[in-house]
C-alpha cells in the first residue's frame, strides 16, 4: 500500500513570509496528489492538486510542486496571513489495480502565522 | 447551501453503547466515505461506497457497520463501544472513483467521545 510522510509537523512563520510543507510518498504508481486545509474544529477543504503528468499547479498565493521521480511533492505559501493557520494535509491517491483506489493522508502541519 | 452534512455535530456516551452518526451529500455524487481522525490529527480511511456498494473496508473492526439507503446517505452504526473509538469522524464524498481520483468533498465531523 501507500505510505505517505509529511514534513515538518509544526511551522511557525512572521505574516508575509513564504511557507514549504513537504511530502514523499512510497509507491510510484500515484497519480493524483491534493492539498488540504483543515480549520479549527472544521473538515478537510481542499486547496490545491496536482495529478501526475504535471510538474507544477498555481493558484494565487498558493503553488504545489510534484517529483515523480524522486516521489515528492510540496506545497508552497507566499505572502502568508494571520488566516493561512490552519492544519494543512497532503494525500496521495493509489489507484487499486482492478480494484477502486483510495487517498493516503500524511500526517498533517500545523501551521502558525504570526501577525 | 451545506455540500456534506452530518449529524450529530458532537456525541458523548457510554463504553457499551450502540450509536449511529448519519451523512447526506446534496453534491450528486457517486461515492461516499467515511475517515476517522485520531487525537494526533491522523487522517484514516475506513469505509468507501460507490453507488451503494461497499467499495473499500480498511480493516475496521465489524462492530462498524455503514449502511448507504441511496446514493445520497452513507450512514455509520457502531456497536459496544470501546474508549478507543474516541475520535473526530469525517464523511466525504466524490464524484466518481476510477483510475484517477476526483476531489472529496469532506462534512464538518462528527465528535465521539466514548467514557
Known amino acids: 500500500g501507500e505510505n505517505v510522510e509529511q514534513h515538518p509537523s509544526t511551522l511557525s512563520v512572521q505574516e508575509g513570509d513564504s511557507a514549504v510543507i513537504k511530502c514523499t510518498y512510497s509507491d510510484s504508481a500515484s497519480n493524483y496528489f491534493p492539498w488540504y486545509k483543515q480549520e479549527l474544529g472544521k473538515g478537510p477543504q481542499l486547496i490545491i492538486d496536482?495529478?501526475?503528468?504535471?510538474g507544477e499547479k498555481k493558484d494565487q498565493r498558493i503553488a504545489v510542486t510534484l517529483n515523480k521521480t524522486a516521489k515528492h511533492f510540496s506545497l508552497h505559501i507566499t505572502e502568508t496571513q494571520p488566516e493561512d493557520s490552519a492544519v494543512y494535509f497532503c494525500?496521495?491517491?493509489?489507484?487499486?489495480?482492478?480494484?477502486?483506489?483510495?487517498?493516503?493522508f500524511g500526517q498533517g502541519t500545523i501551521l502558525t502565522v504570526h501577525p | 447551501d451545506t455540500a456534506v452534512s452530518q449529524t450529530p455535530k458532537y456525541l458523548v456516551t457510554q463504553m457499551g453503547n450502540d450509536k449511529s452518526i448519519k451523512c447526506e451529500q446534496n453534491l450528486g455524487h457517486d461515492t461516499m466515505y467515511w475517515y476517522k481522525q485520531d487525537s494526533k490529527k491522523f487522517l484514516k480511511i475506513m469505509f468507501s461506497?460507490?453507488?451503494?456498494?461497499?467499495?473499500i473496508n480498511e480493516t475496521v473492526p465489524n462492530r462498524f457497520s455503514p449502511k448507504s439507503p441511496d446514493k445520497a446517505h452513507l450512514n455509520l452504526h457502531i456497536n459496544s463501544l470501546e474508549l478507543g473509538d474516541s475520535a473526530v469522524y469525517f464523511c466525504?464524498?466524490?464524484?466518481?472513483?476510477?483510475?484517477?481520483?476526483?476531489?472529496?468533498?469532506f462534512g464538518p465531523g462528527t465528535r465521539l467521545t466514548v467514557l
Open positions: 466525504a464524498s466524490s464524484q466518481e472513483l476510477e483510475w484517477g481520483a476526483d476531489t472529496q468533498y
Open positions: 494525500a496521495a491517491w493509489l489507484a487499486g489495480g482492478t480494484s477502486y483506489g483510495k487517498l493516503t
Open positions: 461506497y460507490n453507488n451503494k456498494e461497499l467499495i
Open positions: 496536482i495529478r501526475s503528468n504535471v
